[in-house]
């Protein structure tokens, strides 16, 4: 039964990515076949099967991005993340992946895109080479004169031989905005790209509002209505097919077909996206308006790894465990917000981030708050906050937390709301067991957060309720020095790097054995697993979760997404 219940959870994420990919599917077969209608006859004489080629990812691009804003609407998301929680965790948790699901939309967005902008390159070199062929015995030909003089009905929109691709490209309605919206897509997946996002943050936030650019661009790109068809009326007294071998007498005196009249298909796409872009607006409103709120820096902390902890107060906020904020410093930069989990409880008068000093943006709110000798005076805005997979933690018997580097901060809020929890002798706290995990690759990483754990470790001995917490800390690598020095210390009562009870441990956890033991301890109960920390341990720690939830025992894993 437990592992039906974990593998109903993957199946959920399964069928949802698969009906994403149907829709997509079908809306690809369907507009591919729409445009083998009797209607496009003459296009496709003049343009092939490079027709359905160019509008089936049309339509699957119109799809597509109406879906791309919604999973970055932080607002809306929290509101069904709450709506929905008291009905299905499996569907809540499924809203926790949102970047992904954003992710692989953009990957989409870019398929098509590349099979759309292939497809018109043949179709425009067609349009040219039956514009320039002068053969007036050559039904591409005369396809191409037909709408010349009044220009109201023509099929072939390049309506002159004195001209090329390149020159098409910049001076239509459809060319123009296919070009700038090509290179927004490029500026945005490129510098999306992990390694940029990491080391270059500012590059990343600035080009992703290029987004703007872009639907500006796609909303527009329809109305030079280049893809034609025969019209309706037209059709009635003029059968392709049968008219198609009579192009010679088309019009002339005793023909039975007359010249095939044609229209430009309607602007379609502000209709798929024009719902989610007012979605959008009304989030970035929502934010603008929040952001606006006064917020007291009531203390700053510059802890010993190079990281700084800001306590402050705004009128009205609530938090819950293991949400974050966004939060911009309009004294670096008026336009950048990042993301920062909370380290408070929502038992504290005021709420708190940790902020490792490690890129320029950080490096100047350093600066900004005094470095070393740090001040209050600092003017910061708050968005937030915003739920995450943590705020479940409390819904689970047993939890496992797992948090690498500085990926601990949304433990530290949990951890302390536990603590106030059993001070305050809740009775309403399900949980009774926490197991808890830190990775971190050297020893500096510890220091601020080993206080929290000293702090823990005391009052829950005075307490005694030792057993509740239990810690692992792990230290993945070591300088030869470092370990001299812990060789020799080995023995002393408390840890010599953090100052614990709990001696570190070096290495990596051997993830299977810990999980088998944390089964036996729980028969019969759902453990919740959380991680905040890389992708590679989210894979190990999913597949440990699925090998040990047996025996009645439901491993289920959450990880946090920014």
């Known amino acids: 039964a437990s592992a039906y219940h974990v593998s109903f959870t993957y199946l959920c994420l399964f069928v949802s990515q698969l ?67 008291c009905c299905s965790r499996t569907a809540a948790r499924q809203l926790d992946r949102n970047i992904t699901f954003h992710k692989l939309v953009a990957y989409m967005i870019a398929l098509h895109t590349a099979i759309h902008i292939i497809a018109h390159l043949f179709n425009f070199e067609r349009f040219m080479n039956a514009q320039l062929d002068g053969n007036a015995s050559d039904i591409n030909y005369v396809l191409s004169q037909i709408g010349n003089g009044d220009n109201r009905s023509f099929l072939n929109p390049i309506r002159t031989n004195d001209t090329n691709q390149t020159i098409v490209m910049f001076t239509t309605i459809a060319g123009l905005t296919g070009v700038v919206i090509t290179l927004a897509l490029i500026l945005i997946i490129t510098s999306s790209m992990e390694v940029i996002r990491r080391s270059y943050f500012e590059v990343f936030w600035f080009t992703h509002h290029l987004f703007v650019v872009f639907f500006i661009g796609l909303v527009l790109h329809g109305v030079g209505r280049i893809v034609r068809g025969q019209t309706v009326t037209s059709l009635e007294n003029h059968k392709p097919n049968e ?52 917020v007291v820096i009531t203390k700053v902390v510059m802890h010993p790894s190079k990281t700084l902890e800001l ?53 100047r709110l350093y600066k900004a708050c005094g470095g070393d000798k740090p001040n209050v005076l600092l003017r910061m805005a708050v968005d937030g906050p915003f739920g995450t997979a943590s705020e479940d933690v409390f819904r689970y018997e047993a939890v496992v937390l797992v948090g690498a580097g500085i990926g601990v901060t949304p433990f530290a809020s949990i951890l302390k709301s536990v603590w106030y929890k059993h001070v305050q002798e809740n009775a309403d706290i399900f949980t009774k067991k926490i197991y808890f995990y830190w990775l971190c690759p050297e020893t500096q990483a510890f220091e601020w957060f080993a206080d929290l754990l000293q702090s823990l470790e005391g009052q829950m001995g005075e307490k005694d309720m030792s057993d509740f917490l239990s810690y692992n800390i792990y230290l993945t690598r070591w300088k030869d020095k470092e370990a001299a020095h812990l060789r020799v210390h080995h023995e002393a009562e408390n840890d010599p790097i953090t100052g614990l009870k709990q001696k570190t441990l070096y290495g990596k956890p051997n993830w299977d054995t810990e999980f088998s033991t944390i089964a036996a301890k729980h028969p019969g109960s759902k453990v919740g697993v959380f991680l905040c920390g890389p992708p590679v341990l989210g894979e190990q720690l999913a597949k440990q979760c699925i090998a040990h939830s047996e025996s009645g025992v439901k491993f289920i894993f959450n990880k946090e997404n920014f």
Not at 33 to 39: C, N
Not at 62 to 79: A, D, E, T, W
Not at 335 to 363: K, Q
Request: charged share 15%; proline share 5%.
């Open 19 to 85: 009906v994403w990919l149907g829709i997509n599917a079908f809306l690809f077969v369907h507009f591919y076949i729409v445009f083998l209608d009797e209607r496009f006859y003459y296009t496709r004489v003049l343009l092939g099967h490079a027709l359905s080629w160019a509008r089936a990812p049309a339509a699957c691009l119109n799809f597509n991005c109406m879906l791309i804003l919604l999973p970055v609407c932080r607002n809306l998301l929290s509101f069904l993340r709450g709506t929905i929680q």
């Open 243 to 294: 008219c198609e071998k009579y192009f010679e007498q088309w019009g002339k005196n005793g023909s039975h077909c007359q010249y095939p009249e044609f229209a430009g298909n309607p602007p379609m796409t502000w209709k798929w996206v024009v719902a989610p872009m007012f979605l959008y607006l009304c989030e970035r409103l929502i934010r603008f308006i929040r952001s606006q709120q006064k």
């Open 311 to 363: 306590q402050m107060k705004k009128k009205g906020f609530k938090m819950e465990v293991g949400q974050y904020v966004f939060m911009q410093c309009p004294s670096i930069s008026q336009l950048e917000w990042h993301p920062f989990t909370l380290t408070s409880a929502p038992e504290e008068d005021h709420f708190s981030v940790h902020i490792r000093i490690v890129g320029d943006w950080t490096e």
